[in-house]
């Protein structure tokens, strides 16, 4: 069973650029999470998907950050402009819908903002 | 602030030792998870424990749970050197939110 995919793995922009993740889950996994990881510290929940709905939006700064999960499948995770402090390692997640599953997590995208 | 703190923040031991983590915790939960993180690699499951319970096993993992205390530890028996990661514990919590502790950063010297 293929495991939770992200792409790119690396990525390296100028402050103010855009910049765009993927992430396609686990298949049948209906729930979905970004992360942001900063160095030396635990995950922090940016998202949410039950499904193709956000049901937990709280933490994402919705000024410059968006996403998106068409279908309830692939999600994009958006920031755009992209700040020097944006700088981390952005990390997927999914589950099959119940809270108390475990998360299988992708290999993460590290983005490094000039 | 962060709802799980673990304790050491880094540990160095040697190959065959046992290594203890601990998490402390700030509201009630659901249940707790600790989650094994390689340099440069996402995270990866390790064990859950809800809270009705006080001790679980997993190989050579074992897991206590004190919710009066509001803590939880990890014990690694026999530690290896691919036991060299970041560990990290996540408290589900009665609102339905998963939260990550900064974690342990474990180093085993061969």
């Known amino acids: 069973e293929a495991g939770v995919v992200q792409s790119p793995r690396y990525k390296i922009i100028e402050k103010k650029q855009p910049v765009a993740f993927w992430c396609n889950p686990i298949?049948?996994?209906?729930?979905l999470y970004w992360y942001r990881q900063n160095l030396g510290q635990g995950p922090e929940l940016l998202i949410r998907?039950?499904?193709?709905?956000?049901?937990?939006d709280s933490q994402l700064p919705k000024d410059r950050f968006s996403a998106e999960r068409l279908k309830g499948v692939d999600s994009t995770l958006k920031i755009q402009p992209a700040e020097l402090g944006d700088s981390a390692v952005y990390l997927c997640a999914s589950t099959t819908g119940m809270l108390s599953n475990e998360q299988f997590f992708g290999p993460g995208t590290r983005l490094t903002v000039l | 602030s962060q709802q799980g703190e673990e304790d050491p923040q880094a540990l160095s031991i040697q190959e065959g030792e046992n290594a203890t983590m601990n998490c402390s915790y700030k509201?009630?939960?659901?249940?707790l998870q600790w989650y094994r993180q390689n340099s440069g690699r996402g995270l990866v499951h390790l064990i859950l424990?809800?809270?009705?319970?006080r001790e679980k096993h997993s190989g050579r993992l074992r897991v206590t749970l004190d919710t009066s205390k509001k803590s939880s530890s990890l014990l690694i028996t026999a530690s290896r050197a691919a036991d060299t990661a970041s560990y990290f514990c996540a408290t589900e919590t009665s609102y339905d939110k998963v939260i990550f502790g900064p974690g342990t950063s474990l180093s085993v010297i061969p």
């Open positions: 298949s049948g996994h209906n729930t």
């Open positions: 998907y039950e499904n193709e709905e956000a049901v937990d």
């Open positions: 509201t009630s939960i659901n249940n």
């Open positions: 424990i809800r809270s009705n319970e």
